[in-house]
């Protein structure tokens, strides 16, 4: 299942940087991180990460996630 997740507080290369750190500590396949839509696109297809896992990594990350909706 692919989702996108749109993040608040991403302000440069090195943020979309940490969230796809972030995305990968909790095994999500990261498909993308924009810059510009402030958003990331994931599969987890092969992952059983839940939208509160999602959450709770980018929000210990420093970020803010504010939704997240399947693609």
Do not use: W
């Amino acid at each position: 299942m692919k989702k996108k997740i749109l993040i608040e507080g991403m302000s440069c290369g090195h943020c979309v940087a940490h969230v796809r750190e972030a995305l990968e500590e909790i095994k999500a396949e990261v498909l993308d991180v924009s810059l510009d839509t402030k958003s990331a696109t994931v599969d987890l297809t092969n992952s059983n990460v839940s939208d509160e896992d999602i959450k709770a990594i980018i929000d210990d990350y420093g970020y803010k996630v504010v939704g997240i909706e399947v693609v």
